[in-house]
């Protein structure tokens, strides 16, 4: 009591520094529950500059976590499935219930990869053929696009890039000097990635593996860690045991190690955005 009056006293004259150990009211913490696998998308599609199209989640205006997080937000950016994947969109529902603004852009120009092999349109579909058309020169400028948006139209101020899969590389890639863009990065099971994109980065990056991935095997993970620790600045890699590739977003929920995969997965990149953007609750 005594010690408040004082500090209440000091503050008045302005005489106190901040203390560091504080707690700040960030709105509390989260926990799986605000996950969602299955579902109605909560959020809707909109077309911003470049016809580039967009899928927006806004966070609940009346939950605690919402105003400290009022100047961030989260750039989800897909795997190949992109827009067309119930769960890509339900991903950004559940980052928007954990306070931030989430905006998912769509990086197939309208034709992602099919996700399900009874749609006619998955009979001619190579995925050499995709990947050679999504290329970072197609692929950069329209994540720019979507970075502009956020921060000229819906005045952000910190940006978290949360890639999944194909979006994984362009995660890590948007904290890299160029093309840069975001603030802080969470990559799950990415896939391409260079020795250059990952010795690159110069932002906290956090990695969620899978111990069953053919495009991140265990060695390509020692060596992505060797290269995130060389690059010097915060990292985090979590892999996560009995899942496969795709797990943080399609994830099995019959079986229990990749639907508590896929929760510890959004889970560490919610906790990661916390400390970045946000500080300390
Ligand atoms: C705009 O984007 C849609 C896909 O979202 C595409 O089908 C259409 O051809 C594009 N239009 C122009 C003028 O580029
Ligand atoms: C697949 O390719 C074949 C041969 O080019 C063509 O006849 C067929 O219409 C294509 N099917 C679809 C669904 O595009
Ligand atoms: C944009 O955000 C800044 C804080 O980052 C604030 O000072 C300014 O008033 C905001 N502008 C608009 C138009 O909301
Ligand atoms: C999910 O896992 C269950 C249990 O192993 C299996 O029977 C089912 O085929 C799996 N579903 C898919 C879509 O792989």
């Not at 995709?130 to 101020?157: C, E, Y």
């Not at 994109?197 to 060797?226: C, H």
Request: aromatic share 8%.
């Amino acid at each position: 009591m005594r010690s408040s009056i004082i500090t209440s006293a000091l503050l008045l004259f302005g005489a106190v520094q901040a203390d560091p150990g504080a707690k700040k009211n960030t709105g509390g913490p989260i926990d799986a529950s605000i996950l969602a696998h299955t579902g109605e998308p909560a959020g809707k599609e909109i077309k911003i500059a470049n016809n580039l199209t967009v899928y927006i989640s806004p966070p609940p205006p009346k939950s605690p976590r919402t105003k400290p997080r009022s100047q961030s937000a989260i750039l989800l950016l897909t795997d190949v499935f992109g827009l067309n994947l119930l769960q890509n969109k339900l991903l950004a529902d559940s980052f928007a219930r954990a306070g931030y603004l989430t905006l998912v852009p769509d990086l197939f120009a309208g034709s992602p990869a099919p996700s399900d092999i009874n749609d006619p349109a998955s009979a001619n579909f190579s995925i050499p053929a995709f990947l050679a058309a999504h290329q970072p020169p197609v692929t950069d400028p329209i994540i720019a696009s979507a970075i502009s948006h956020l921060r000229g139209s819906l005045n952000i101020s910190s940006i978290a890039a949360a890639g999944y899969c194909f979006g994984g590389r362009y995660a890590l890639r948007v904290v890299n000097p160029s093309p840069g863009g975001a603030d802080v990065a969470f990559a799950a099971h990415p896939s391409l990635l260079t020795d250059e994109e990952i010795s690159g980065v110069e932002k906290p990056v956090s990695v969620a593996a899978a111990d069953r991935d053919e495009l991140l095997t265990a060695a390509r993970r020692a060596e992505l860690e060797g290269l995130l620790l060389g690059a010097g600045g915060r990292y985090q890699v979590g892999v996560y045991g009995g899942t496969p590739h795709g797990f943080a977003v399609r994830a099995n929920y019959s079986v229990e190690s990749e639907r508590f995969g896929k929760e510890g997965a959004f889970l560490q990149a919610v906790g990661w955005f916390d400390e970045f953007l946000v500080g300390r609750g």
